[in-house]
């Protein structure tokens, strides 16, 4: 955590600096009669002398403190002429080795100014070394609603505190993804393996989320191999108390949480999709397509399986190159494969390996260059067994 906040800290500096190195530009072109005034002998001058003197020594985070000591003096002397000064009380908050006095320079400047990127940097900074997590996600909220140019500087701070216990019932409200910069923070979370069983359990304590916060956390612990972890978000976000007991049940074809629900294939000429109603799937394969038309995870117990299909597929000379596979998720190859046959058939799978807990099931489909298009519709998958 600390060489975190040093190396953000850092960060923020030199981000300032280059913001006031663009603004005086700035004015000096289209302001010069302000940008003479910055120049003068007052408050406002000096508390840009002091600014820029410190950032200006700064090249490393062990720059810090020495830089924002040597510009003290200067500091000391804006606010002597305007006590309204925020940037020079952050100077002299940098500069300073005692906590407390460091927070009440803090507390004193940010009544003044709330929206200054190095005063608000260095009041983060002193939030996340308190653990003040409310704090600290208060003030995020306020620098990335001004700067959300400043996302990267700031997400691993954020990152650091979500991988903290301690921080996730101040950190609940990420989920709401009220502002811009919170949907765009999630999304680079959910990417993080070693936040998301933090970001798991935030959501299970919620009654409910939105679907595109539930869809890429499932999919993100789905990716980082925790399939427990995953599913337990998958039967919140259904609101399914438990899962069914045996290995007796009824798939529809509902696409909306992958890999627990089918991940659908849909290319022009390549199609699967549930019909009106979920017990069917219309299937469409022009002649030289192929490739894997629907898969999804089940969790299945120990024991037989069996799967019935009934199906419509024609012509039905080529209903022979649609095939059934099952798979432990991740394996190079499945450990069943055979291909379907007309109408109604039950297709008796054996055990599943032990190690498997949960099986992808899927639909592979080729129509052959020449050969006419497979049509038709694919009735609900039951699976039979103890």
């Not at 906040?5 to 600096?17: I, P, T």
């Not at 003040?132 to 306020?142: I, K």
């Not at 959910?190 to 009654?207: D, I």
């Amino acid at each position: 955590m600390p060489r975190i906040l040093a190396a953000s800290a850092g960060a923020v500096v030199l981000a300032a600096l280059l913001a006031v190195q663009a603004g005086s530009s700035v004015l000096t072109r289209k302001q010069p009669e302000l940008s003479s005034r910055l120049l003068s002998v007052n408050g406002l001058a000096l508390e840009q002398q002091a600014t820029r003197q410190f950032m200006s020594a700064v090249k490393e985070r062990d720059d810090l403190v020495p830089s924002a000591q040597a510009a003290s003096p200067v500091a000391l002397s804006a606010i002597a002429r305007d006590p309204l000064s925020p940037k020079s009380y952050a100077v002299l908050a940098v500069a300073e080795q005692n906590p407390e006095r460091k927070r009440a320079l803090l507390d004193a400047a940010s009544k003044l100014n709330r929206r200054d990127l190095l005063l608000q940097g260095l009041v983060l900074e002193e939030s996340v070394a308190q653990k003040d997590y409310a704090a600290t996600l208060a003030t995020l909220d306020m620098i990335l609603s001004v700067h959300p140019e400043q996302k990267a500087n700031f997400f691993p701070i954020l990152l650091q505190a979500l991988s903290e216990k301690d921080a996730l019932p101040a950190l609940s409200g990420i989920l709401d993804q009220e502002s811009e910069w919170q949907e765009d923070f999630f999304k680079f979370a959910v990417r993080k393996p070693e936040v998301l069983t933090n970001l798991a359990e935030l959501r299970l304590q919620r009654a409910s989320v939105s679907p595109d916060v539930d869809q890429r956390l499932i999919s993100g612990l789905a990716s980082a191999g925790q399939l427990d972890k995953a599913y337990e978000v998958y039967r919140a976000a259904n609101e399914e108390p438990a899962p069914p007991s045996g290995n007796r049940m009824i798939i529809d074809w509902r696409a909306r949480f992958s890999p627990f629900d089918w991940e659908l294939a849909d290319e022009a000429g390549f199609r699967a999709q549930p019909s009106a109603t979920p017990d069917q799937l219309e299937v469409f394969v022009r002649g030289g397509k192929g490739g894997l038309l629907a898969s999804r995870n089940i969790r299945l117990r120990n024991g037989p399986i069996a799967l019935r299909i009934n199906h419509d597929l024609t012509p039905p000379g080529q209903v022979e190159d649609v095939r059934l596979q099952l798979s432990c998720p991740g394996a190079e190859q499945p450990f069943y494969d055979e291909p379907l046959r007309l109408g109604s058939r039950d297709y008796r799978i054996g055990r599943k390996p032990a190690a498997c807990d949960f099986v992808t099931i899927a639909i592979r489909a080729r129509a052959w260059t020449g050969s006419s298009a497979i049509r038709g519709t694919i009735n609900r998958i039951e699976i039979l067994g103890n």
